[in-house]
């Protein structure tokens, strides 16, 4: 705090910042320094009496010269930060280890400020509390690694999971399995006899089913890491396995992960549904054409089977609410009718026609027809309806929520391959304009090309998607373009999942098979995922509410019956839209003529086509004076096939353009470097690009 600091010389001063709870420190420190007054001893070389000499000291410490210096001392207080960034397997989505690996309530609880059990474990030293009993109170997460299939070779399934430090301080982690915290006992002691839970978790550690690498490491700030963690059981090792292994932040997140994995029986059937409730999006009331959605699921088992869905209890649902058995339906012709192979996803199509604002939920039986017994499976829905006239739609969680975004972001990390964007968001998609969207697929391993396609998909129901290339090569270090178009056809469908690309790895010299990395698997071949998303057009509401009521006479019972037949009649729907159509006024667009009155056009159109055709030309003719060939001009911009063929030039132009400067072919922020004139010759002058 002071002192005394000779002539030309120099003095240390230490400053110790040691935070009891998270704080930001920002202050200036003041350093006085004063000349040194004479003292006592050098009274000789003064003379005089004693008195003289004290008031000779006190005036010349009164005169003494003072100068201040200032110094900033910043300091934030901290406990370690380490979050999640990226999980992958070569053979499972992001997406479904993301929700095996409970990612987003696991980083969320990671950011989390310390909570008091945290507190007493981290200061254990000075509790009388037990290890054990202290970690009894901590939070448990649950690392799935899902089924694995019998095989005499059984390839383990390898998780790879990012770590980053997001904090501010250099942070340590720890892995510990539950033999590596136990005190070794002398030969002479008793153990006692172990709980089953402790003989369960002596076997799976004796096995060696399940291991983690590295166990512990440190990350500076913004630094990460990959590890493994592996699940390998035996073929012979069938059947239901756990582990509770310890994660720590040192000074940071205690935590128990409880490492799960099943192996199933050889011979047996087994479907997975992707989520244990299916919630769909909120839905609007009173529609005429109810909405489709895809329920995903997949046969994790080794061998192929069929299956049926029971529904009956959506005829219990029914009764229930009015007596409408609309509310879920699932189609007769959309069941599956073709056995799922092994590791193939199918859909469940479910249609869904609220008709009051409230929520509604089915459990449906799903019978599976294994080889020994058939099983029984459920299958969980829940819909929300909501009146659009009076409220806005309930808020819906993603299927994605908790999925890591951009991938490709994670420098000198992640897979060698990966999209631009992980997620392709359609929008709302009108039936008759399709929507386009343009992805960049990376090879970012340097020496081996890689060969990709992508595989059919029922996620779109009765959708077309296009996907230009849907298969090719990509060199090392290199990329492609990719076009995604999406058709909408007119039945009103909503989705959100994945499509599935399979990557297969070459060697240097072009072989299959000869795939070179880092990766301990040595993996050849992968799957990589793109997820999309598309909502329903909603057009046909009806205005009253016209549906059975039991309470209501006979006669009006059968009127609404009626009604509602004819309501929900296709050709009404049609009759409708044609109704609604109008030609395009894009003579405007053309040219800068007056744009035609649309309110004769309207009165009293023809159906018939050549009739209609007949009487724009007219109209052409009387609105603007031109000669035959301005008039065929115009009239075959009203014909659709020419109109899609221009859509499909512009689109295909525009995406020449972007694969050009995605390949570093042209700078779409600089002018072009040629030029075209045309005078009394042709002349071609060519401009240096700066």
């Given at each position: 705090v002071n002192g005394v600091n000779n002539a030309n010389s120099k003095k240390v001063v230490s400053i110790y910042f040691k935070p009891t709870t998270r704080c930001n420190c920002d202050m200036r420190l003041m350093c006085v320094a004063k000349d040194k007054p004479a003292t006592n001893n050098e009274e000789g070389s003064m003379g005089g009496t004693k008195s003289e000499h004290a008031k000779k000291i006190a005036d010349q410490a009164s005169n003494l010269s003072e100068q201040k210096s200032f110094c900033a001392v910043i300091a934030n207080g901290d406990f370690p930060l380490i979050a999640l960034m990226d999980i992958r397997n070569e053979l499972l989505s992001t997406a479904t280890l993301c929700d095996q690996f409970n990612f987003g309530p696991l980083n969320d609880e990671l950011l989390s400020p310390l909570s008091p059990q945290e507190l007493e474990f981290n200061n254990a030293d000075k509790t009388s509390k037990s290890v054990a009993k202290l970690q009894k109170d901590l939070k448990r997460f649950e690392w799935n690694f899902g089924k694995i299939a019998p095989n005499p070779k059984v390839i383990p399934r390898r998780v790879i999971i990012t770590l980053k430090n997001v904090g501010g301080v250099t942070s340590q982690f720890l892995f510990k399995m539950p033999n590596e915290s136990e005190i070794e006992l002398e030969p002479w002691m008793d153990p006692g006899?172990?709980?089953?839970?402790?003989?369960?978790?002596?076997?799976?550690?004796?096995?060696?089913?399940?291991?983690?690498?590295?166990?512990?490491?440190?990350?500076?700030?913004?630094q990460q890491i990959d590890i493994e963690a592996v699940y390998c059981p035996s073929e012979k090792d069938t059947g239901e396995h756990h582990l509770n292994i310890f994660f720590q932040v040192l000074n940071g997140k205690p935590l128990i992960l409880r490492f799960a994995g099943q192996t199933l029986k050889k011979g047996s059937a087994y479907l997975e549904m992707r989520k244990e409730v299916f919630v769909l999006p909120p839905t609007p009331i009173n529609l005429i054409t109810p909405i489709t959605y895809p329920l995903e699921v997949k046969n994790v088992g080794p061998i192929k089977f069929d299956y049926d869905i029971d529904v009956s209890p959506l005829e219990d649902l029914a009764k229930g609410n009015h007596n409408f058995n609309e509310i879920f339906s699932i189609p007769t012709h959309k069941r599956k009718k073709a056995p799922v192979h092994p590791n193939r996803c199918e859909f469940i199509y479910v249609m869904f026609k609220p008709i009051e604002a409230k929520t509604y939920s089915v459990e449906l039986p799903i019978i599976v027809k294994d080889t020994e017994a058939n099983k029984e499976v459920m299958l969980r829905i829940e819909g929300t309806g909501y009146h659009p006239a009076q409220e806005n739609p309930p808020p819906h969680q993603s299927l994605f929520k908790s999925v890591p975004p951009y991938r490709s972001n994670l420098k000198g990390l992640g897979p060698n391959v990966s999209f631009s964007l992980d997620e392709v968001d359609f929008g709302t998609v009108d039936e008759q304009t399709p929507c386009r969207k343009m992805v960049v697929m990376y090879n970012h391993s340097e020496k081996n090309s890689l060969n990709y396609i992508f595989g059919h998909t029922g996620l779109v129901c009765d959708d077309i998607i296009i996907i230009e290339p849907h298969k090719g090569r990509i060199p090392p270090k290199s990329h492609?373009?990719?076009?995604?178009?999406?058709?909408?056809?007119?039945?009103?469908?909503?989705?959100?999942?994945?499509?599935?690309?399979?990557?297969?790895?070459?060697?240097?010299?072009?072989?299959?098979?000869?795939?070179?990395?880092?990766?301990?698997?040595?993996?050849t071949d992968e799957s990589l995922f793109l997820r999309i998303k598309k909502k329903a057009v909603v057009r046909d509401i009806l205005k009253n509410e016209c549906y059975l009521m039991p309470d209501e006479p006979v006669m009006e019972n059968v009127l609404t019956v009626m009604l509602k037949e004819i309501l929900d009649d296709p050709c009404l729907d049609e009759m409708a839209k044609r109704l609604c159509e109008q030609p395009m006024p894009i003579y405007n667009e053309i040219d800068n003529d007056e744009m035609p009155g649309i309110t004769y056009l309207s009165n009293e159109l023809p159906t018939d086509e050549a009739k209609l055709t007949n009487l724009l030309e007219e109209h052409i003719k009387e609105s603007n004076v031109c000669d035959e060939g301005e008039l065929k001009r115009k009239m075959l911009f009203m014909d659709e096939d020419t109109g899609m063929f221009l859509e499909s030039i512009i689109d295909n132009t525009v995406f020449n353009i972007i694969q050009e400067a995605t390949h570093e072919e042209c700078d779409l922020m600089k002018p072009p470097r040629t030029y075209l004139s045309k005078g009394h010759q042709q002349c071609l002058y060519t401009l240096p690009q700066y």
């Open positions: 006899e172990p709980s089953p839970e402790e003989a369960f978790e002596a076997q799976m550690l004796q096995k060696g089913l399940f291991e983690v690498q590295p166990k512990h490491g440190t990350l500076d700030p913004q492609q373009n990719i076009k995604l178009t999406l058709k909408a056809s007119q039945l009103p469908s909503s989705y959100e999942g994945e499509l599935e690309c399979q990557i297969s790895w070459l060697g240097a010299s072009g072989e299959e098979g000869g795939y070179q990395s880092g990766d301990p698997a040595g993996i």
